[in-house]
């Protein structure tokens, strides 16, 4: 009998059943879909790869590297993006970069659209809001925050106010990120969370494998010795002072396991132990194709503007050309809380026509993805039955761990820690019953 039951094949499940394994600990995965890696995949339309949303890797993110052998993660082949970010202006598109991460994009900083819309003096005013976290280079699940801090933790849009950041950088810089990378277009996340998020791009560099994000998924999944039982939804788990019951609905049988991790989404999750649903929002994505080049430099481009509904957007394939050989490929997301609000195709080409600056008229749409409960908003002061900041690590019931972002940070380093840490968790009971 395995020892642990990790319920969920995603990457938070995959991180907790490497972790127990290269602690020598027996584990089995119960998967409901035909393959690990949960919302990271890609599939193929003929020779175009399209990720399962514009989804990047920080190549600065540490879980990555701890999870991963060397050569495994040197086999991810990571094409990169430059370390900096286009926004559109009322004079279009203008590059911004922090200075002191990329010192050898200042010049090309001050000669682009920026020099009349931002100064570097204002980005020194943003590093200077962000000095708690630019200091750090952990996973936040790895610190302890003080109860102090998370008692003053307000809005992120509470925080920059605060600040007296209201100017340019906030309308072209900072609330176009925070709508990018944590999908929250109003500003209600925690600044706990949001200035890591953003000290995290700032340190880091963003980026995608040469054969899509589904190889991430892919090799976390080859874990030795561990048991993965895909095609296997668990409809129930009963926790007791005796084991885990886990109930796989294929079969009807039901399995006893010394201890648990549950690593699914949040409403899954609700079925299975007393915690709330956190709220959420809704992802679309567009992927366009073209014969002719959008844009030389692989960035991220966002809407400092505000002419289009587009929260992100880049040409995958002037980081990584093998998305789609010998043809440009973009991709784009709009955060929206309904799927009838969002934009009919032919709109969004020509929203991203307007954000590139480019005739889109001519691109061919590949696909189009709506992604519900996309990422969870994490709010301030948010605290766990225990009155931590995050449930990473804790025991809800008598031997069931939870993982997955919901407890952690809403990106691909916080769903990896949180699947370790819940993995630690029991490997320390574990040791101690030995």
Not at 37 to 63: C, H
């Amino acid at each position: 009998m395995s020892d642990v039951a990790v319920i969920g094949g995603g990457l938070a499940g995959l991180a907790a059943a490497r972790t127990l394994r290269r602690a020598g600990y027996r584990c089995t995965v119960f998967e409901a879909a035909d393959t690990v890696g949960g919302r990271i995949r890609s599939e193929k339309f003929d020779d175009i790869t399209v990720d399962n949303g514009l989804q990047l890797m920080n190549a600065w993110y540490p879980a990555v590297k701890e999870l991963l052998q060397p050569g495994e993660y040197a086999a991810l082949n990571l094409k990169p993006f430059r370390p900096a970010f286009q926004t559109l202006t009322d004079k279009g598109l203008a590059m911004f970069c922090d200075p002191i991460r990329a010192p050898h994009l200042i010049p090309p900083f001050m000669r682009s659209k920026f020099g009349s819309a931002l100064s570097v003096r204002d980005m020194f005013g943003m590093r200077k809001w962000m000095t708690s976290e630019i200091k750090h280079r952990s996973s936040l699940e790895m610190r302890k925050i003080r109860p102090s801090r998370v008692a003053r933790d307000v809005s992120v849009s509470e925080s920059l106010d605060d600040f007296g950041i209201n100017r340019q950088m906030r309308k072209l810089v900072l609330d176009p990120l925070i709508e990018a990378f944590l999908f929250d277009p109003h500003g209600e996340s925690s600044a706990i969370f949001a200035k890591w998020m953003l000290a995290s791009l700032l340190r880091g560099t963003l980026a995608v494998p040469d054969n899509g994000m589904g190889e991430l998924s892919a090799t976390m999944g080859r874990i030795p010795g561990a048991r993965i039982e895909l095609n296997s939804e668990v409809t129930d788990v009963k926790d007791s002072t005796d084991g885990v019951d886990i109930h796989v609905g294929r079969s009807g049988l039901t399995e006893r396991f010394p201890y648990a991790i549950v690593a699914v989404d949040p409403a899954v999750e609700s079925r299975f132990v007393s915690l709330p649903q956190p709220a959420s929002n809704d992802v679309a994505t567009w992927w366009f194709v073209s014969d002719d080049p959008i844009s030389d430099n692989p960035m991220i481009v966002v809407d400092g503007a505000r002419r289009t509904p587009i929260s992100a957007a880049t040409e995958l394939t002037a980081a990584a050309p093998s998305y789609a050989p010998e043809r440009h490929l973009v991709a784009a997301n709009v955060v929206a809380k309904k799927e009838a609000e969002l934009p009919s195709d032919e709109d969004m080409k020509g929203h991203l026509g307007t954000l590139f600056g480019v005739d889109s008229s001519g691109w061919e749409l590949v696909t189009r993805q709506f992604i519900a409960d996309a990422i969870p908003v994490i709010p301030p002061q948010r605290r766990t039955p225990a009155g931590k900041l995050l449930h990473t690590g804790e025991f809800i019931g008598e031997r069931t761990v939870v993982a997955g972002s919901q407890h952690a940070t809403p990106t691909i380093d916080g769903a990896l820690r949180s699947g370790q840490q819940a993995a630690k968790a029991i490997i320390k009971r574990l040791e101690n019953t030995e």
